[in-house]
């Protein structure tokens, strides 16, 4: 903490109040329960506590970045809410999420972990929190914590992360509303795989959040020729950008992580290009596995806990 607070004080109102935000207007996605957020943001996924995650997260927001996107399960939640509190831009610019580890399942487990985070990142409330895997199991009950923790002003938006077609409808089928979002890795590798649940979450309003995109950083798919003959014919655009700009038009919110000034400025240079059709296309046929996130296609029954309390 020395150190994030000696850190903290060389940052200045004045440099952060001379950045403008590059993220566009038309890059920001209305979900179902009216909020508006970024269509891109940063993940700290692996990105360590402290230094790293702390000036990841200031360099971003000097950037023009207004989503960080973080999780129990990271241990860094502490550093992103240092930056957060330290960058000078105003708390209602922001969006800020976390997600609820599979070990915190449960009515009274969820309150009382989610209260905790919101304490540790000395933060008010979260702009949305999401319920990181289906398997800690008690879905239902789980919800219901959060929907709770939402009506209170703990929490603005509520959503699910690594949810099955199965786990979301065992909500609605048990009267609850749906979630906002549910965060999955994505990417071409896995498309085809995953139709099934992105057109269920499409056709229900739930917006597709996608990190994996980059590919966990294994880039010898970045250096396939499906990607790199888009590359050519884009100048000046990396294959970083290309595979962020196709889930940016398959309608994905993006939330790709890196702890390097240079890489989260590149990042967000997505939006002055648009892929063709057939390059789209092109990139859909990739196929592989990359063995490093979970599957909710494949992972996780749906054990639903409690279902007698509702916070509607």
């Given at each position: 903490?020395?150190?994030?607070?000696?850190?903290?004080?060389?940052?200045?109102?004045?440099?952060?109040?001379?950045?403008?935000?590059?993220?566009?207007?038309?890059?920001?996605?209305?979900?179902?329960?009216?909020?508006?957020?970024?269509?891109?943001?940063?993940?700290?996924?692996?990105?360590?506590?402290?230094?790293?995650?702390?000036?990841?997260?200031?360099?971003?927001?000097?950037?023009?970045?207004?989503?960080?996107?973080?999780?129990?399960?990271?241990?860094?939640?502490?550093?992103?809410?240092?930056?957060?509190?330290?960058?000078?831009?105003?708390?209602?610019?922001?969006?800020?999420?976390s997600k609820l580890d599979t070990s915190n399942h449960g009515y009274e487990q969820t309150m009382s972990a989610v209260k905790a985070t919101i304490k540790d990142m000395g933060l008010d409330y979260l702009d949305c929190f999401?319920?990181?895997s289906?398997?800690?199991?008690k879905l239902v009950e789980t919800w219901d914590a959060l929907l709770k923790l939402q009506k209170d002003g703990f929490l603005r938006s509520v959503g699910v992360s690594n949810y099955d077609?199965?786990?979301?409808?065992?909500?609605?089928?048990?009267?609850?509303?749906?979630?906002?979002?549910?965060?999955?890795?994505?990417?071409?590798?896995?498309?085809a795989e995953r139709k099934g649940l992105?057109?269920?979450?499409?056709?229900?309003?739930?917006?597709?959040?996608?990190?994996?995109?980059?590919?966990?950083?294994?880039?010898?798919?970045?250096?396939?020729?499906?990607?790199?003959?888009?590359?050519?014919?884009?100048?000046?655009?990396?294959?970083?950008?290309?595979?962020?700009r196709w889930g940016w038009q398959k309608g994905f919110q993006l939330i790709p992580k890196s702890v390097k000034r240079h890489r989260i400025e590149s990042n967000m240079d997505i939006f002055d290009f648009s892929l063709t059709e057939a390059e789209v296309q092109s990139l859909d046929t990739m196929q592989g596995q990359l063995g490093a996130y979970w599957n909710p296609v494949k992972d996780s029954p749906v054990d639903l806990g409690k279902t007698d309390r509702n916070e509607l």
């Open positions: 903490m020395v150190f994030l607070r000696a850190v903290g004080a060389l940052v200045s109102a004045a440099c952060i109040s001379s950045v403008t935000a590059v993220i566009p207007a038309s890059a920001w996605m209305t979900l179902l329960d009216g909020k508006k957020i970024p269509g891109l943001g940063l993940g700290v996924y692996m990105s360590q506590p402290g230094e790293e995650t702390y000036n990841s997260v200031k360099w971003s927001l000097e950037l023009g970045y207004r989503m960080v996107d973080t999780a129990q399960m990271y241990g860094n939640e502490a550093s992103v809410g240092q930056a957060v509190r330290d960058s000078g831009i105003p708390r209602e610019e922001l969006w800020i999420q999401l319920v990181h289906p398997g800690g199991g077609v199965r786990h979301i409808q065992a909500l609605a089928d048990h009267g609850r509303p749906l979630p906002t979002m549910n965060q999955i890795e994505m990417h071409p590798l896995v498309l992105i057109d269920y979450c499409n056709e229900k309003g739930i917006i597709v959040q996608a990190y994996g995109s980059l590919f966990f950083g294994q880039t010898q798919w970045l250096d396939d020729p499906r990607v790199t003959d888009i590359v050519k014919a884009h100048a000046g655009k990396s294959a970083a950008q290309v595979m962020l």
